[in-house]
């Protein structure tokens, strides 16, 4: 079956510096990943999505993302952390060819101290 | 276009009460999901649809009906509710699960309180 993992309940990062949130998966077949961010109050937004091509994703407010086969990875990057970065980031996977829908991981929280 | 709403924004039952959340989206998706959000537990899906008259279970969904009697809604009803399903409710719409098209859209979600 397919899963999701986020080892890190949180992540602090200080304004400025490049932040790293970390997710792994787990398919049987080769996977579609997605991010998404949740603000206080607020439903999940999407940010972005790995179907096939390039490894590198860009996506929304300056984020990408990095997809690693052999490693089985897709950690969310972005170069210089802003404090309204800060908000709880979901990784999700779908493997196309064994189910028919999307698994999330736990959750990340972002906190980007100024 | 107002995307994906939800109804009610909170509520609060007493235990054995029934009650019926209401999802609405009017983006003409075909594939739509009802989600709880519990600390710790991330998203877990209760039931999921793939289109008008069609339901499946998810992760978790004893203790849980759903119905999609018109393409733009899905209705999410719990029978006799429980302290245990004290949770936030999330329902998200989605084209399809093919070619890409699988961007989930979210509602604002319903904060359910079971006494």
């Known amino acids: 079956a397919q899963s999701v993992a986020q080892p890190e309940d949180q992540v602090n990062v200080a304004e400025g510096n490049p932040l790293t949130v970390k997710c792994t998966y787990s398919?049987?077949?080769?996977?579609?990943l997605f991010w998404y961010v949740q603000y206080p109050n607020r439903g999940l937004q999407f940010l972005l999505k790995?179907?096939?091509?390039?490894?590198l994703v860009k996506g929304s407010y300056g984020f990408e993302a990095e997809f690693n086969k052999s490693q089985t990875s897709f950690h969310l990057k972005k170069p210089s952390a802003l404090v309204s970065d800060s908000a709880l980031y979901f990784c999700?996977?779908?493997?196309?060819?064994?189910?028919?829908?999307?698994?999330f991981g736990k959750g990340t929280r972002l906190h980007i101290l100024p | 276009n107002a995307g994906v709403t939800q109804t009610p924004k909170f509520r609060v039952l007493k235990t054995g009460q029934s009650m019926t959340l209401l999802c609405a989206q009017d983006?003409?998706?075909?594939?739509m999901y009802w989600y709880r959000q519990d600390p710790g537990m991330g998203l877990r899906l209760i039931h999921y649809?793939?289109?008008?008259?069609?339901?499946a279970k998810g992760e978790v969904p004893d203790g849980y009906n759903v119905s999609r009697l018109k393409k733009q809604n899905f209705l999410l009803g719990l029978e006799s509710a429980a302290p245990s399903q004290t949770s936030v409710y999330f329902c998200?719409?989605?084209?399809?699960?093919?070619?890409?098209?699988?961007?989930?859209?979210f509602g604002p979600g319903t904060r359910l309180l079971v006494l």
């Open positions: 998200a719409s989605s084209y399809t699960l093919a070619g890409g098209q699988e961007t989930q859209y």
């Open positions: 398919v049987s077949g080769n996977p579609y």
């Open positions: 790995y179907i096939t091509g390039d490894n």
């Open positions: 999700a996977v779908r493997d196309p060819y064994r189910d028919d829908k999307i698994i």
């Open positions: 983006m003409n998706h075909e594939y």
């Open positions: 649809s793939v289109g008008e008259g069609t339901t």
